[in-house]
């Protein structure tokens, strides 16, 4: 928890200057995609659900979990979308830990999902797809 709280302070600066702290509506996936890249190089493997809890807390948006429930069908799902950047351990069916594929890539946060390229093109966050 002491961890968390260190990890908190240091990037709330952080996520204001990039815009996290505000509506899931106005957050790209790659600022998204960045904040847990962060978390993964800070933390190591996290479970599925503790990185849920961290983006929640660290973001300070509280409708984050609802909005990526409804968006993408769960954090698990949004982040399967990037498996050139992140890698599912087979530990849990439902609560795996994630982990940054290695190496990781130098453009790791700009990748798109799967398949789509870039980060940003063809899946504007808020936009209807």
């Given at each position: 928890?002491?961890?968390?709280?260190?990890?908190s302070?240091?990037?709330?600066t952080?996520l204001?200057a990039?815009g996290?702290?505000?509506?899931?509506?106005?957050?790209?996936?790659?600022?998204?995609?960045?904040l847990?890249?962060?978390?993964?190089?800070?933390?190591?493997?996290i479970p599925?659900?503790k990185?849920?809890?961290?983006l929640?807390?660290?973001?300070?948006?509280?409708?984050?979990?609802?909005?990526?429930?409804?968006?993408?069908?769960g954090?698990?799902?949004f982040l399967?979308?990037?498996?050139?950047?992140?890698?599912f351990?087979?530990?849990?069916?439902?609560?795996?830990?994630?982990?940054l594929?290695?190496p990781?890539?130098?453009?790791?946060?700009?990748?798109g999902?799967?398949?789509?390229?870039?980060?940003g093109?063809?899946?504007?966050t808020?936009?209807?797809t």
């Open positions: 928890m002491l961890v968390l709280l260190s990890l302070a240091l990037l709330q952080e204001a990039c996290l702290c505000r509506p899931l509506a106005d957050i790209a996936e790659s600022k998204l995609v960045a847990v890249t962060h978390l993964l190089l800070q933390q190591g493997s599925v659900g990185m849920g809890s961290m929640h807390q660290l973001t300070n948006n509280h409708s984050l979990p609802a909005h990526l429930k409804e968006r993408y069908g954090l698990k799902k399967q979308r990037y498996e050139q950047v992140f890698v351990e087979n530990d849990h069916p439902y609560n795996p830990h994630v982990a594929r290695y990781p890539s130098a453009a790791g946060a700009n990748v999902p799967a398949g789509a390229g870039p980060a093109q063809g899946h504007a808020g936009a209807a």
